[in-house]
């Protein structure tokens, strides 16, 4: 990982359980397994501890480390680093991708909730015409009173957000391709088509992995069909948004947008989004930060934990489950 990731998901609570369970150098950071500096180190290494900035586990990689059983990867998605190389070799593989799912979950919530309460348009009033204006008129016919929200992947983010709906009075939609029809209904959600899905919601919240069939899911043909004053959270990834379709889309009023990702996912700095007041722009916030990421590093902790008893991951990585997840 980078060294600026290890002093984030450090603290000396993790310091300390890292010393318990294993012969670690937690001064020391591989950024680069070719290395030399670290040729003996890795020689010798049993189990990576991993977070955001792992260079891939090549094979080449792999060769330097013999002895290499287990990746504890103290963050979400393992696509960046784990290759079929770690896969061949038999390499047990853990994610923090569950635990982090609940801040992105949170924050998708409070933007279901906001947009349904139309804070974008209010507050965007209030600040042109700065004095009094009549919050009946300037919310119109918004409100969270049994409003349709359509949930697009039943990811494990997807899963939350679905599971923190419960207590409001909102009717949840849920597609995704590989859910069965009665699991989503155990969940709480009613299954739909993806069209349907943007034909009837007020709010549509995208939590699909990004593969190449996922590319513009929402393309232009797709934005059209959300009704009018609809807004669309991502959170995902931006290439799942055809970002050109959704600003013309923006820019005309019609729609409403809560955008932590975008494609590119640095915007070039005269992108009309940073500037429209239908669309509320967030620089990828949503996932774990500050001290939420204590919450990565000690799930890390506890399967590494797991390992040295010689129990099984808590939440395993499946080679087989990376074709059609994050």
């Not at 859910?179 to 699909?208: Q, Y």
């Not at 799930?299 to 590494?304: S, V």
Request: hydrophobic share 45%; aromatic share 6%.
């Amino acid at each position: 990982m980078e060294a600026s990731v290890r002093d984030a998901l450090f603290d000396q609570a993790a310091y300390a359980r890292l010393a318990e369970v294993a012969d670690a150098e937690p001064a020391v950071v591989v950024r680069d397994f070719a290395d030399p500096a670290h040729t003996d180190r890795l020689a010798g290494a049993e189990v990576l501890f991993s977070g955001w900035g792992c260079p891939p586990l090549t094979a080449a990689a792999l060769e330097r480390m013999p002895k290499l059983r287990a990746v504890v990867h103290a963050a979400g998605s393992v696509k960046h680093h784990i290759t079929d190389a770690c896969w061949e070799r038999g390499i047990a593989v853990s994610s923090a991708a569950g635990v982090n799912a609940l801040p992105v979950a949170e924050y998708t919530v409070s933007a279901i909730l906001f947009a349904g309460k139309r804070v974008l348009p209010a507050a965007a009033a209030y600040r042109t015409k700065r004095t009094w204006i009549s919050p009946i008129e300037v919310v119109g016919n918004g409100g969270n009173f049994r409003r349709t929200v359509g949930v697009v992947g039943a990811s494990r983010i997807g899963r939350r957000v679905i599971e923190l709906l419960r207590p409001f009075d909102l009717r949840v939609l849920v597609h995704d391709p590989y859910l069965d029809p009665a699991e989503a209904r155990a969940l709480g959600a009613e299954p739909v088509s993806l069209d349907t899905l943007a034909l009837s919601s007020d709010v549509v919240t995208v939590h699909a992995p990004e593969l190449p069939e996922t590319r513009h899911l929402f393309d232009r043909a797709r934005l059209s069909l959300l009704r009018d004053g609809a807004t669309l959270i991502n959170t995902a990834r931006g290439s799942l948004v055809d970002t050109e379709a959704l600003i013309e889309e923006l820019v005309a009023g019609r729609l409403q947008a809560v955008l932590d990702v975008t494609d590119p996912e640095i915007l070039p700095a005269d992108s009309p989004l940073f500037d429209l007041e239908n669309c509320l722009l967030t620089p990828h916030i949503a996932g774990s930060l500050g001290n939420e990421l204590g919450r990565m590093t000690h799930h890390a902790m506890d399967e590494l934990e797991s390992y040295a008893a010689g129990l099984p991951f808590a939440d395993p990585v499946r080679a087989e489950a990376l074709a059609h997840s994050a």
